[in-house]
């Protein structure tokens, strides 16, 4: 069983379809896309105080664009949408941080005279 499972995967590795699926602005197109949210993941841990609300909110919007786009080309670009399904969620949580450390945690440190 693994050995066919095996043996058809490597067919499908050798195939001009992948081959061609390799070269193809279908593949590196996301595979570079992919830095976006690698960086909003690995920026999670630092200091909200560096956190751009108005590019992070630009980066909501381009990722939730470009999640519609490769949903809607054909052949669909999973990875694509995969890249932007990511990136979008990376920035949600950083636009989240960035409200609370501005807003909220500021409210808290100066408590409105009476």
């Avoid at 499972?5 to 067919?11: D, P, V």
């Avoid at 699926?21 to 200091?47: C, E, Q, R």
């Avoid at 519609?68 to 990376?90: D, I, S, Y």
């Amino acid at each position: 069983m693994a050995s066919t499972l095996a043996k058809k995967l490597a067919e499908q590795l050798k195939s001009k379809e992948f081959r061609d699926y390799l070269m193809s602005t279908h593949f590196w197109g996301p595979v570079a896309n992919w830095g976006i949210p690698i960086a909003a993941i690995a920026d999670i841990s630092k200091d909200p105080k560096i956190i751009s609300p108005t590019m992070t909110v630009a980066l909501c919007l381009y990722s939730a664009m470009f999640m519609r786009f490769a949903w809607k080309v054909q052949p669909r670009n999973m990875l694509l949408f995969a890249c932007h399904f990511t990136n979008e969620g990376a920035q949600l949580t950083q636009l989240t941080r960035s409200i609370k450390y501005n807003y909220v945690d500021k409210k808290k440190d100066n408590p409105p005279k009476e």
